[in-house]
């Protein structure tokens, strides 16, 4: 990939029709032949994406993976049906059991005992009603102080009654249910009734290229109070912070757990050369 050209359109319009055979199904015979799979090589065009886009605006990454899906036809349609009074349940599971497949088709929502055909109203209720509904999910979602939302740490979420997951089994299933509810709202353009916080969508979209600086500037939008959105930690000496004595590792909020932020951490004092990656990996790593 470094050898290449990669400011030819000709190329990128090579990379993405492959890609979009790939998803579409139509690569499979190719694949065979080539003695290859096809997830395996939507692995390497999700890597070569990420070095040709990692760097651009999110909603232009949108915009191309928009572009990548098949075309959607509505005579192939996949159609989620929720309970109202069982809403999140019926959501999750049924978002959980679904294929890839059904997922990149085109996506609609019927509510039970309800008559409305789905033209785009029910959808938009359902994506709304499924973020405003996230908090009932007990112990596995937060609202910082600013309003925005963001999951709690996993050794909290491990420790949420089975009977608060939604008809799930596991956490990360679950997390992966509501993760599905976002993909599909992005993909058709619509919102869900929350906000989540942006230092967490970077963190979902493995987005590493943010800096120091825009991670700051984010956290201070969700919850100013935090000493760590604040320059002056960086502008003081470590005494005049409190972090003389700190290791390159963090407390999750509200446990006695210490993790650490690199390998051997535990053993690693946080220094005046070190500081601004200690603090960079505590505000990716929240």
Not at 189 to 212: K, M, P, T
Request: charged share 30%; glycine share 8%.
């Amino acid at each position: 990939a470094p050898l290449l050209d990669w400011e030819k359109p000709e190329l990128l319009k090579l990379v993405h029709g492959r890609l979009r055979s790939l998803l579409e199904g139509s690569a499979s015979a190719w694949c065979q032949a080539a003695g290859c799979h096809v997830e395996e090589e939507l692995g390497y065009g999700r890597a070569l994406l990420r070095r040709l886009y990692a760097d651009k605006p999110l909603e232009l990454r949108l915009e191309v993976c928009r572009q990548l899906l098949p075309v959607e036809k509505k005579s192939m349609k996949t159609v989620l049906t929720v309970n109202r009074e069982k809403f999140m349940t019926t959501a999750l599971t049924s978002l959980q059991n679904m294929s890839q497949q059904d997922l990149r088709r085109y996506f609609t929502v019927h509510f039970e005992d309800e008559v409305a055909e789905d033209h785009g109203g029910p959808r938009r209720d359902f994506f709304g009603s499924f973020g405003a509904n996230l908090l009932e999910i007990a112990g596995l979602w937060k609202r910082l102080d600013k309003g925005a939302l963001v999951p709690v740490a996993d050794v909290i979420a491990e420790g949420s009654p089975k009977e608060a997951r939604g008809g799930l089994e596991d956490v990360p299933s679950l997390y992966q249910a509501c993760g599905r509810v976002c993909g599909l709202a992005a993909k058709m353009g619509d919102v869900i009734g929350e906000e989540l916080a942006g230092f967490f969508l970077h963190q979902v979209a493995r987005d590493d290229v943010v800096g120091l600086e825009e991670l700051q500037r984010q956290l201070s939008e969700t919850d100013g109070d935090d000493i760590r959105a604040s320059k002056m930690i960086l502008q003081r000496d470590l005494a005049e912070s409190g972090m003389r004595g700190q290791r390159m590792t963090r407390t999750i909020t509200h446990t006695e757990l210490e993790v650490e932020l690199v390998p051997g951490g535990k053993d690693v004092e946080v220094t005046e050369d070190n500081k601004a990656e200690w603090l960079q990996l505590h505000l990716q790593h929240k």
